[in-house]
C-alpha cells in the first residue's frame, strides 16, 4: 500500500501542477482540454493515493478492506490493458513502457490481495 501510495502521489502531483511537461513527455498535442482533463486525472491518482495510505495499516486481503483492494486492482488491471494496448498500436517509449511494468506489478500484487490473500497472518505455531 504504501509503495502504491507514493507512485500514485507522485503521479497525481506530476499531473496536477505540471500538466504541460506531461503532455510533451508522451508527444500528444496540447490543447486546454486535454489539460483539464491530465489535471483531473491527477486528482484521481492523488485521491487513490490518500485512501491507500490511509488504509496501508489494516489487514488487506480476502473480505478485509476488500473495497480498497479490488478499486486497486480494477484501476491497475484496466491501466495494464490500455498501456499494452498502446504499446502494441505506437512506436516503443522509455515512459509508456516504465508505466506499463509499473501497471502489471501492481495489478498482479492486487490480484493476489482480492483474489488469494485472507488478510489474516497466522504465526506458525498455531498452525
Known sequence: ???????LVAAGIFALFVPDQ?????NVPRSDSLLVLVQLMGALY??????NWTAKDSAIGG???RP???????HFFIGTL?????QLSHELSA??????ILYAVFAALFYWLVFRATGIVVPKSAE
Not at 500500500?1 to 507512485?7: A, I, Q, R
Not at 492523488?46 to 485512501?51: K, V
Not at 490500455?82 to 498502446?86: Q, R, T
Open 1 to 7: 500500500m504504501t509503495s502504491t501510495s507514493l507512485t
Open 22 to 26: 506531461l503532455v510533451t513527455l508522451i
Open 46 to 51: 492523488f485521491s487513490f493515493a490518500l485512501m
Open 63 to 65: 473480505i478485509y478492506a
Open 68 to 74: 480498497v483492494s479490488l478499486a486497486n486492482f480494477s
Open 82 to 86: 490500455l498501456l499494452i494496448k498502446y
Open 95 to 100: 515512459p509508456g513502457l516504465l508505466a506499463l
